[in-house]
């Protein structure tokens, strides 16, 4: 048997046959790591004559629609496209301390009411789980979830074989290390080879599998790029920690959308899922001035969020521009469209937006919305229950963004009737005389 030597880098997973200090594909250094790999010999033509491969037609391939497991919620239900199809290998990834583990603890428990539940911890005993889980659910004698604690993907994915529960949880995938395998948990082959194996599991039993995924700094799934093809699914728990507001996003998904978000908050007795997301991104205060509302969409859902502004007069050379929630260099545009075809003094102006209830605004539908709570804030003028809902171009014309009616729709259903849009201003302009003579 021949072994060869291998540089595999632990951010993005390139493979290189000598030594780099800076990995070529992601740009960072110090990053690969030596392998030794083992080459076995290939098959023959006759070793491959005795498999049993025969195509068969598209036509004839028999398919029915999987059945789909409920985790309970109604939001992560959403997210997955209608719960969890039965085989498929699940991926939530997320910033540590977000939520990652209370949340598929609480699934866990929803789901073991009605069915066998194994919950394979990696970092935590069973005494730490359980002292989690009775914090969650008052009657664990009512549950049928089995903890395990073990960081031996050869073991765990035995012993699915032997139990074959009808959901299995990984807690994390980083932690797993198989001694079949050269390498620390958490480096490529290790998680590479451990993700493999509870694939293979989940695949010929029919289980179900979520993994527990870390992230490096940057934000990404840590490990290699690989394990966010070999999965079915990539969720991201996302949010800021001091508000405990958690969104659910769907990043990959081979049996959903991949636009819907599932909406949480974080109290003392775990993940509650919020049916009216406007509970949370909006003040109750909204009558003073740099407060304007606007309409966003997350894949097919329609909430309402706050944008908050602060003008202030600048004795810097260089006036500050601050953002919170969003861009920094849409700000800077936005800026700069109200100073040319507005006519705005912003240029010795400090200028802080913020989005309240520590939601990230990213659709362009929002544009209108901040440039009117810096007007607001600026000329100190008032607009209560203002819903803005238009994108803004370089030449100060308002766009309409895409499913305008159903955002208005959703305004009015709230009691919002001062929408302001494309369909009766044209320009950044028009917008602002208008407001200024009410």
Same mark, same amino acid.
């Given at each position: ?17 000598? #030594? ?13 790591? !030596?392998?030794? /790999? ?5 098959? @023959? ?29 109604? +939001? ?14 699940i991926l939530l990834?997320? %910033? ?15 789901m073991s009411k ?22 969650? *659910? ?12 073990? @960081?031996?993907?050869? $073991?765990? $994915?035995?012993?699915? &074989? +032997? ?5 299995? /949880? =990984? ?10 395998? &050269? ?9 590479? #080879? ?15 599998? /979520? ?6 700094? &940057?934000?990404?799934? $840590?490990?290699?790029?690989?394990? *966010?093809?070999?999965? %079915? ?11 405990? @507001? ?40 909204? %009558? ?16 309402? =969020? &706050? ?20 861009? #920094? ?23 802080f937006v913020n ?7 990213? %659709? ?32 100060? !014309? ?12 959703? $305004? ?27």
């Amino acid at each position: 048997m021949k072994v060869s030597t291998s540089f595999v880098c632990q951010e993005c997973g390139y493979e290189t046959p000598k #030594y780099l200090g800076k990995c070529p594909e992601c740009g960072l250094w110090n990053t690969l790591k !030596e392998f030794k /790999i083992s080459n076995s010999k290939l098959k @023959t033509t006759s070793s491959l004559q005795n498999l049993d491969l025969k195509p068969q037609k598209i036509s004839d391939v028999t398919f029915e629609e999987g059945k789909r497991l409920s985790t309970d919620f109604k +939001e992560m239900d959403e997210v997955l496209g209608g719960g969890i199809v039965l085989g498929s290998v699940i991926l939530l990834a997320g %910033d540590p301390g977000i939520g990652k583990s209370t949340l598929l603890l609480q699934v866990g428990l929803n789901m073991s009411k009605t069915k066998d539940v194994l919950y394979v911890s990696g970092e935590e005993s069973q005494n730490q789980v359980k002292l989690r889980a009775a914090r969650l *659910s008052k009657n664990l004698k009512a549950n049928k979830l089995f903890l395990v604690s073990s @960081t031996d993907p050869d $073991a765990v $994915a035995l012993l699915i &074989e +032997e139990t074959k529960p009808s959901f299995v /949880i =990984i807690d994390s995938i980083q932690t797993m290390q198989s001694e079949n395998l &050269e390498g620390l948990s958490g480096s490529v082959g290790q998680v590479r #080879y451990s993700t493999n194996q509870f694939i293979k599991a989940a695949k010929t039993l029919n289980i179900p599998v /979520i993994l527990v995924g870390h992230v490096t700094k &940057e934000g990404m799934v $840590a490990g290699p790029m690989i394990l *966010s093809h070999m999965v %079915d699914t990539v969720l991201f728990l996302e949010g800021e920690k001091n508000t405990g @507001t958690r969104i659910l996003r769907s990043l990959k998904n081979r049996f959903g959308p991949v636009d819907e978000v599932g909406i949480f908050s974080m109290q003392g007795e775990g993940l509650i899922e919020v049916i009216n997301p406007e509970s949370l991104f909006l003040n109750k205060a909204i %009558d003073a001035s740099g407060s304007v509302l606007t309409v966003t969409m997350e894949g097919t859902r329609a909430f309402l =969020i &706050e944008v908050q502004a602060l003008v202030v007069y600048s004795k810097l050379p260089m006036p500050r521009r601050v953002a919170s929630g969003l861009d #920094y260099r849409r700000l800077e545009l936005i800026l700069a469209v109200l100073q040319k075809h507005a006519r705005l003094p912003l240029d010795s102006m400090d200028v802080f937006v913020n989005v309240a209830g520590g939601f990230k605004l990213s %659709d362009p539908a929002s544009d209108l919305a901040i440039a009117l709570a810096i007007f607001s804030s600026l000329k100190n003028i008032s607009l209560a229950k203002t819903v803005a809902i238009a994108e803004l171009g370089l030449l100060g !014309e308002l766009r309409e963004p895409s499913l305008l009616d159903k955002r208005i729709k959703e $305004a009015k259903k709230l009691g919002f009737g001062r929408i302001v849009s494309p369909k009766d201003f044209r320009n950044i302009l028009q917008v602002v005389s208008h407001l200024s003579k009410d």
